[in-house]
């Protein structure tokens, strides 16, 4: 076999492939059988009719489309594998030439990750935000906890914000009720940001026992987008009380005796959780100071798959919601042009990111152990809420084991251009990352030191 490699483009290639007729006989030998099984002649029994009838009844043609169909993929393979080049679409093939018993000639065009060099990343300088814990932040996580504990009573005054009031809804279309939108004895806290419109602000300053309606547009059901009236009948209001900031509460919300164990608890995981954010964006800002000094051509159709994707979960996302497509973006604060820019810029940084990281990974031969292939599946498994088995197995059945690896390698090569960096934090004080490391995972750990932190993030 002969290849030729023809440069469309520093992100297309047309690859000329020529075979002797001689190098396709075992996919002609397994078209015959393939054939074979599909036709039927009469005295031959399903799979037996000789070669010499298939082509005197059916013609050498079809034979020979078969045999094509079989070969060329193969053929494709190992064009590519020959070239060196590392596809990232579907290849356009044509077959260019077929001389009977002589020879074989095919084309294929196909998008291309790029060529590029990878910079000297050792010593980037990059400045990251001090892992400092103050009394605010402390009060904070107080506070929060506070909060999962508070209790509710009843109040004789209208609603305020932050209060919790029980309601019933319904909605009316041209004064006729709508089945589909009524509920009773909804609990709600006023301000918490409904996805109805005008929801909180009819809310407050409701009493007990008070109706009012408002104007608004419906968000779920069949008749979402419409315009309505809905009408509210506030039976309850009710406001938070929050447990008293003492040793009493410290017992009650946590294994220990005192308000002063309570909080040294508290700025010890607040620590904690300001090195692991450190790291994070040790790694980001590092990765992103590398990719800002290498300039690559991005192919097209990688491109568009990649916006395609997400524009598809979005949509996804917005049918699971069971709202409607203006009612979806006005609870997450967007519009639909602003998603899409987005996903334009987004997915061109994650095209580019994946082939700079590809290409460290390939440099420095980094590799994927059994242990941290486990450790990734327990992790992922613990997001999801499946047992490790169950998603181990569902990885190996859908032949995602391999993406799997490619994700765990890019991260380790993520932390390489990390740990490579000079840090110093936003107070001017310089970083030792192996030292952080150290404080998150413990003296033991040597490798995959990135990863142990980020096993850390996500039991936070």
Known sequence: MKTAVEELSPTRVKLTVEVPFEELGPSLQAAYKKVAQQVRVPGFRPGKVPARIIEQRFGRAVVLEETLNDAVPKLYGQAVDESEIFPVSQPEIEVTRLDDGEQVEFTAEVDIRPNFEVPDYEGQEITVAAAVVSDEDVDAQLDTLRQRFATLAGVERPAAKGDFVVMDLRAEIDGENIEEQQAADVSYEVGAGSVLQGLDDTLEGMGADEERRFATSLVGGEHAGQAADVIINVKSVKEKVLPELDDEFAGMASEFDSLEELRASIHEQARRNKIIDQLVEIREKALDTLLDKIDIPLPASALDTEINSRKHNLEHQIADSGLSREAFFRLYQTTEEERFAEFEATSAKALKTGFVLDKIVKQQDVGVTEQELTNFVVRRAMQLGVAPNTLAQ???????????????????????????????????????????????????????????????????
Do not use: C, F
């Not at 859908?398 to 994700?407: S, W």
């Not at 993520?414 to 003296?443: Q, R």
């Open 394 to 460: 569902h990885l190996a059945d859908n032949d995602q084991l391999t993406l799997a690896m490619v994700e765990i390698v890019r991260d380790k090569a993520k932390s390489l251009v990390g740990d490579a960096a000079k840090v110093t934090d936003d107070a001017g004080a310089e970083i030792d990352v192996k030292a952080l490391y150290t404080e998150i995972n413990g003296p033991a750990e040597e490798e995959g030191e990135a990863e142990g932190a980020e096993a850390s993030e996500t039991d936070r």
